[in-house]
Every structure is written in structure tokens, then in C-alpha cells.
């Protein structure tokens, strides 16, 4: 199970930090990250860390920093520098492979709720 919180209203160009906590059975997650949806678009890929690797979307690299803490199964998402595009409903996720092109193809195991990020201009 994954669970997302952290979203909320922001000025453009302010900061936010998204938290996402696995429970469950987590001992065969490789990688955690997250994804979004803005009104009208399709489910796009932010960004993602397995133990080795850090991917980003190109519209948020040097903005977004993602993190992860193995003991307590959390990952996390800085969001600095936010723009109104950025508008969007954050999903947390988790997969058990190690190609990181399941990611940028939308295509992982384990999908959490989503949590409303909203930058206004």
C-alpha cells in the first residue's frame, strides 16, 4: 500500500514537498516515484530512484528533487520553483523491476492515491 500526502495550494514559484510511505509487504519494491495528472492530460512520469539510479522528467529537472529512505520505506518529492503547468494530482508508485523505461512508459506495479499540487499564477 502506498500512501501520498504533502499537496495543497501554492503561489508560482514557491515550494512544496510531497511524502509517500510503502507499507505492506515492501521487500521486493526496487524503485519508488511518482507521477501526475493534470485536468485533461494524460498520466505523465515526474521522477523516480531505485538504490542506483534517479530519473526525471525533463520539465522538472534542477526543480524537483526526489529522495528516498529505505528503513522507513518513504520517498519524497521537492518541489521548488513551481510553475502553474505544474497543476497537477501527484501519484505515488512502486515497482518491482529494474528497467527504467517502465517508467517513463507509465508501466509500474503499484499505484498509490493521488494528492492535489495546485500552483496558482
Known amino acids: 500500500q502506498l500512501q501520498a500526502f504533502g499537496g495543497g495550494l501554492v503561489q508560482a514559484g514557491g515550494s512544496l514537498r510531497l511524502s509517500c510511505a510503502a507499507s505492506?509487504?515492501?521487500?521486493?519494491?526496487?524503485?519508488m516515484g511518482w507521477f501526475r495528472q493534470a485536468p485533461g492530460k494524460e498520466r505523465e512520469f515526474v521522477s523516480a530512484?531505485?538504490?542506483?539510479?534517479?530519473l526525471y522528467t525533463d520539465s522538472v529537472k534542477g526543480r524537483f528533487t526526489i529522495s528516498r529512505d529505505s528503513a522507513k520505506n518513504m520517498v519524497y518529492l521537492q518541489m521548488n520553483s513551481l510553475k502553474p503547468e505544474d497543476t497537477a494530482v501527484y501519484y505515488c508508485?512502486?515497482?518491482?523491476?529494474?528497467?527504467?523505461?517502465?517508467?517513463?512508459?507509465?508501466?509500474?506495479?503499484?499505484w498509490g492515491q493521488g494528492t492535489l499540487v495546485t500552483v496558482s499564477s
Open positions: 508508485a512502486a515497482d518491482r523491476g529494474l528497467a527504467n523505461s517502465r517508467w517513463f512508459n507509465v508501466n509500474v506495479d503499484y
Open positions: 505492506g509487504r515492501t521487500f521486493h519494491i526496487y524503485g
Open positions: 530512484i531505485s538504490w542506483n539510479v534517479i
